[in-house]
């Protein structure tokens, strides 16, 4: 919930509250440092190993 993950979703038209995926990248310093809310997992490794 730190992150805004927690909120309302839909799925086959049911409307119900639960965690939205997403992807973090956070810097030693503790600052967000990038954001990824959608995601292709067969290239999502590649894109965040890039953004480090």
């Keep these: 919930m730190a992150y ?3 909120g309302k979703k ?3 038209g049911r409307r119900y509250e ?3 995926r ?3 990248l956070i810097g030693p310093d503790g600052v967000i440092r990038q954001i990824w ?3 292709k997992p067969a290239e999502h490794a590649e894109e965040v ?3 480090i």
């Design 10 to 12: 839909t799925f086959m």
């Design 49 to 51: 190993l890039a953004a």
């Design 18 to 20: 639960g965690t939205h």
């Design 4 to 6: 805004g993950v927690w």
């Design 37 to 39: 809310t959608t995601v």
């Design 22 to 24: 997403g992807t973090f």
